[in-house]
């Protein structure tokens, strides 16, 4: 179950910077958004997701000298987002069926 939870905030996360484009969203947002779908999540899970797509170029992270952070897709987390490449296991993209 732990595995699926991350794997689709990280979908979650993607999604919410999607809606976010051109100008990208803090993580208070990006939290707001997960916590939708999962009320308990916190912000050190939306920290370690944000850290995990950064690490796979998915997303651009500012960490500013206040502690707050800042995330944008790059042009890789677009095309996983808008279905244009394949997605490589660790992240919960949905079949696409259209």
Do not use: F
């Not at 707001?32 to 779908?37: E, G, K, N, P, R």
């Not at 939306?46 to 950064?54: C, K, N």
């Not at 502690?67 to 992240?91: F, K, N, Q, S």
């Amino acid at each position: 179950m732990e595995k699926l939870r991350r794997e689709t905030l990280r979908w979650i996360t993607l999604l919410a910077l999607n809606h976010a484009r051109p100008y990208g969203a803090y993580e208070e947002v990006v939290l707001s958004t997960a916590q939708a779908m999962y009320p308990n999540a916190t912000a050190l899970e939306i920290r370690q997701t944000l850290a995990y797509l950064e690490d796979r170029r998915l997303v651009v992270l500012r960490k500013e000298p206040s502690g707050r952070w800042w995330a944008d897709l790059t042009r890789l987390g677009t095309d996983i987002v808008e279905y244009t490449v394949d997605c490589e296991p660790g992240i919960a993209r949905p079949a696409k069926y259209w």
